[in-house]
């Protein structure tokens, strides 16, 4: 199981394949994209943070690409935003012909049907984003049969069904979320823009300001309801993490554990994949997941984030 990593700092290329990358993702951006369609057409997920997220162009990407693959890493393309009109799906296109004409790119990340056929009639591999919700096994034949080399599984689904999708569709890779970045909805059923502005169901709540309508001004249920605030908005699905998931998906095949944060400092990233990295090689060296939680390495601050479970990608093994 490789550590999928985001490629948003190419001056550290050499920092995250040493601390244990082995692919990387990577978005761009295009302002005659944004000229034509506006601020509120997105190329991929993060096309709202601008250059935050996607620092580079598409000539750009492309350098990136080939500097990559001369190191031996594979690397994917993002073109995952949650919704394309129609006639964005004709830029998409020209957008893939570029990369398939000037890279031997590893493949595309997608986000719907309409995508999937554009990528496999030009001959590139095609991963299935988070975006499209495959939440069975149905869905997951659906992509298969589409021409689906890779599935990304969403993020809050449990283990035993991760397993139970991975088992009866087999003959496809799987990608599983595993640091960084946790969400508290669900990315497939999200009708949200995905963006810093209050446009995102997420951003809004986060945003906004928080006024406590308490039944009672007592004591206890003063402190009982703040406590509550605080472990939630400054808690929950911060810093995500599964490491504790890693003997499990080593066993069931999974191809690839994904880090997220396209936006987030270098080093941080490079933290991650080493945890990942070490936790992948003692997960393989174990004869149980007993034995592969006893000598795991665990993050920094675990002893508020794991304890409490508010960040975790697989609560269930832990609790």
């Known amino acids: 199981m490789k550590a999928l990593v985001p490629l948003n700092n190419t001056e550290h290329i050499d920092d995250y ?8 993702y990577i978005g761009f951006y295009d ?23 996607n ?3 598409l000539e750009e990407v492309i350098k990136i690409i080939n500097k990559v693959k001369e190191k031996g890493v594979m690397i994917y393309v993002t073109f995952n935003a949650n919704l394309y009109a129609e006639a964005y799906l004709e830029y998409i296109e020209n957008y893939m012909k570029k990369l398939k004409e000037a890279t031997d790119l590893d493949g595309v990340i ?23 919700g495959v939440y069975n096994s149905d869905i997951a034949k659906f992509y298969r049969d589409l021409g689906a080399k890779r599935i990304i599984l969403p993020r809050d689904l449990s283990t035993s069904e991760i397993e139970a999708i991975v088992k009866a569709v087999p003959d496809v890779e799987y990608e599983i979320f595993m640091m960084r970045n946790g969400c508290r909805y669900s990315d497939g059923n999200c009708l949200g823009f995905h963006r810093s502005e209050k446009s995102a169901i ?18 206890k249920t003063r402190h009982e309801v703040e ?13 995500a993490c599964g490491l504790c998931s890693i003997y499990r998906f080593v066993k069931l095949g999974i191809a690839a554990a994904k880090i ?39 993050p920094e601050d675990s002893a508020l984030m794991c304890k409490l479970g508010l960040s975790c990608y697989y609560p269930e093994i832990r609790f």
Not at 228 to 237: A, E, K, L, R, V
Request: aromatic residues 10%.
């Open 227 to 239: 406590l509550n605030d605080i472990i939630y908005t400054q808690s929950f699905h911060s810093n």
């Open 17 to 24: 394949i040493k601390a244990g990358a082995g692919e990387f």
């Open 202 to 219: 997420c951003g809004c709540i986060s945003g906004a300001g928080r006024n406590l309508h308490l039944e009672g001004n007592d004591f």
């Open 110 to 132: 997608v986000s719907c049907p309409e995508l999937v056929e554009i990528a496999t009639k030009l001959g590139i591999n095609v991963v299935i984003s988070t975006i499209s």
């Open 31 to 53: 302002e005659a994209w944004r000229e034509k369609f506006g601020d509120y057409a997105d190329i991929n997920r993060l096309t709202g943070f601008r250059k935050n997220a």
């Open 55 to 57: 620092p580079y162009n």
């Open 260 to 298: 997220v944060g396209r936006s987030d400092e270098w080093q941080y990233i490079c933290r991650d994949i080493n945890l990942v990295k070490q936790n992948v090689e003692i997960a393989k060296a174990c004869q149980s997941e007993e034995e592969y939680l006893d000598k795991m390495i665990s």
